[in-house]
């Protein structure tokens, strides 16, 4: 490669908590001196990327923005057409599963329907709370990143196939305990509770109370 290839990390700071798990980019190797990168908050940064990682962005990017960059790729952890929509990992762990697909994808203008670049696993032992989760996503992130990079620009493709299936946004009345079950009835969902923006809650007589977790 002769030429500078220009790759941008687009973050939000709504929703930073992977922000917080990349930024700096020191986790990348060098795979050659032709990578050029930058990571910004804000779309009015991002002007002729050749690839461009959007992480963790809940905002809605134009069409137009899209076809300014060569490529855009994004994150979905769910086995795609499968697990479309919000907060994959929160309603699989929910389901009880222990391991959770994660592809990298093009982010196109329909909902998590762009073409597979890469996929690999996070694999938890059901005792992981959110914070451990978070770090499960983030290093599943990273892997996939890197390979891409380490392939760019002779990197294959997969056309999602079969039934879509969809996540619907999860809501404040989700995180809702029912203080009449069992914590084990309802660790999982203890389990992906942030403590700080949205801690699990229950209402008893009347009157509401907070409930957070951590591991010792």
Known sequence: MDTTIKVGFLFDRDNDWIYNELKGLKW???FSSCYEYTETF????????????????????????????????????SALPQGKGFSPVQWQIL???????VCLIEATDSVDSGDIFGMTTI???????????RLAQANATKELIITFLNKFPECSKV?????????RR?????????PDKTIREQFNQLRIVDNNLYPAYFDIDGVRYFLRITKV
């Open 28 to 30: 990348l190797p060098e």
């Open 42 to 77: 804000d779309t009015r940064d991002v002007t002729g990327i050749d690839v461009l990682f959007i992480l963790g962005y809940t905002k809605i990017l134009r069409a137009e923005f899209l076809v300014s960059n060569g490529l855009n790729l994004v994150i979905h952890e």
């Open 95 to 101: 389901e009880g599963a222990n391991e959770i697909p």
């Open 123 to 133: 694999k938890l032992d059901r005792h992981e709370l959110m914070p451990e989760i």
């Open 159 to 167: 056309t999602q196939t079969g039934i879509a299936t969809y996540y």
């Open 170 to 178: 999860r809501l404040r009345n989700d995180d809702r305990l029912d």
